[in-house]
């Protein structure tokens, strides 16, 4: 018996159920729930640059939801900061950011959504290039396309003519983010 024991040094691993998305959910928002002070300090003093943010999120994210798109912003309803996941058009994806933002505990300054939300203010305006783009200016179009029933999307400003090709598809990918 001893030698078959000294064979047999290793240790068997032991049996690890998988996590389930239920205990996934809990983690996340314990670990938020242990930043959203910090967060709330950065995005209040209005230089999140001194903080990783990224570096600090994703992982969290990706333990999450792999591959889950997020932003954060001011609150809609009320005085501090919103996190929103984005499930980019995926009904899967839409349910789980769903089911967390469910689950999401009470913070103090903080609002929580399954995705972007949409901006109602009329003044909502866009800065770049040394341009300002009043979004109540901008007009969006949709075209019928034959490519699989996704449509051709035009956006039209008066004051597009002023930018390069780059410039513009980078206005317009944010436009359309924010609409």
């Not at 068997?12 to 998305?21: E, H, K, L």
């Not at 001194?50 to 999120?57: F, N, R, S, T």
């Not at 939300?117 to 040394?130: D, V």
Request: charged share 20%.
């Amino acid at each position: 018996m001893a030698f078959l024991n000294f064979l047999n040094l290793r240790q068997t691993p032991q049996y690890a159920p998988p996590v389930t998305f239920k205990t996934k959910v809990g983690q996340f928002w314990a670990w938020f729930s242990s930043q959203a002070d910090l967060l709330d300090k950065t995005f209040s003093e209005k230089n999140p640059g001194k903080l990783d943010i990224p570096g600090l999120v994703n992982p969290k994210m990706t333990e999450l939801i792999d591959g889950v798109a997020w932003c954060f912003g001011a609150a809609m309803d009320s005085d501090g900061h919103h996190l929103a996941f984005s499930p980019e058009g995926d009904k899967t994806t839409l349910l789980l950011t769903q089911y967390c933002v469910e689950h999401a505990p009470k913070i103090k300054r903080w609002e929580f959504y399954p995705a972007k939300p949409g901006y109602t203010n009329e003044n909502l305006a866009i800065n770049m290039f040394n341009e300002t783009f009043q979004f109540r200016d901008i007009q969006v179009s949709l075209i019928p396309s034959d490519k699989k029933g996704v449509p051709d999307i035009t956006l039209h400003h008066p004051d597009f003519h002023k930018l390069n090709a780059d410039q513009k598809t980078r206005l317009c990918f944010i436009v359309l983010d924010e609409v």
